[in-house]
């Protein structure tokens, strides 16, 4: 496996090794429910505090409005951390993801 190091002193390799978490996110507008990607070694909480980026990204999103309806649904989006108020690990233990 070939490994980077940039000028910054970041690392990269070829292979990415990520954890799938299923997460439900409350946005300061919006609830979003998915699942959110974090270093094996870390959890949800040091990924958001990582000052490395600041976009989280999210698979298999769902959107939902103030009256719990789905608006949108999107394989992939990136949410800007600075409009997360709180995240929470969901419950995806057979293979659904859970919502409050």
């Known amino acids: 496996m070939a490994t980077r190091i940039d000028h910054n002193g970041k690392t990269f390799t070829d292979i990415v090794r990520k ?54 649904r999107a394989e992939f989006l990136t949410l800007n951390k600075q409009h997360v108020v709180w995240l929470l690990p969901a419950d995806d233990s057979n293979g659904s993801k859970t919502h409050n």
């Open 19 to 72: 954890q799938k978490v299923a997460a439900i996110v409350q946005t300061t507008t919006h609830r979003l429910r998915g699942y959110v990607f974090c270093d094996p070694d870390q959890r949800l909480k040091d990924q958001l505090n990582s000052d490395g980026e600041q976009f989280i990204a999210i698979s298999d999103a769902e959107v939902f409005n103030e009256n719990d309806q789905v608006t949108h």
